[in-house]
């Protein structure tokens, strides 16, 4: 069972840069596929972006292309979001979710909340106009 504790967030200016980390517990990271999701007041919960086992392979939202970038350290349990370029529309709670590999193969970038098994509590991030 994996532990999922997000940091990172905080109040950011529209066109600003924020990095967010997620770091697990356990030692089975690497056997996970990782996602971000997002969700904003009166909204539903959406993905952001997802790293394949791999490392490689990758999902992004519309929304986010181009200006977020998904990676994964194996040997320090993490997974991270850069976000450039910040939008009053990127304000939200965010948060980084695992699935397990029995979920997919070792190429597959899941998508849907139903498919991941474990979340974290969130970080909160606001960009002000």
């Known amino acids: 069972q994996a532990q999922l504790v997000e940091s990172g967030g905080g109040l950011v200016q529209a066109g600003g840069s924020l990095r967010l980390s997620c770091a697990a517990s356990?030692?089975?990271?690497?056997?996970?596929?990782m996602g971000w999701f997002r969700q904003a007041s009166g909204k539903e919960r959406e993905i952001v972006a997802a790293?394949?086992?791999?490392?490689?392979?990758?999902y992004y939202a519309d929304s986010v292309k181009g200006r977020f970038t998904i990676s994964r350290d194996n040997a320090k349990n993490t997974v991270y979001l850069q976000m450039s370029s910040l939008k009053r529309e990127d304000t939200a709670g965010y948060y980084c979710?695992?699935?397990?590999?029995?979920?997919?193969?070792?190429?597959?970038?899941?998508?849907?909340?139903?498919?991941?098994?474990?979340w974290g509590q969130g970080t909160q991030v606001t960009v002000s106009s």
């Open positions: 979710a695992a699935a397990a590999a029995v979920r997919g193969g070792f190429y597959t970038t899941p998508v849907g909340a139903r498919e991941y098994d474990y």
């Open positions: 356990g030692r089975t990271f690497s056997s996970y596929a």
């Open positions: 790293i394949a086992r791999s490392g490689v392979n990758t």
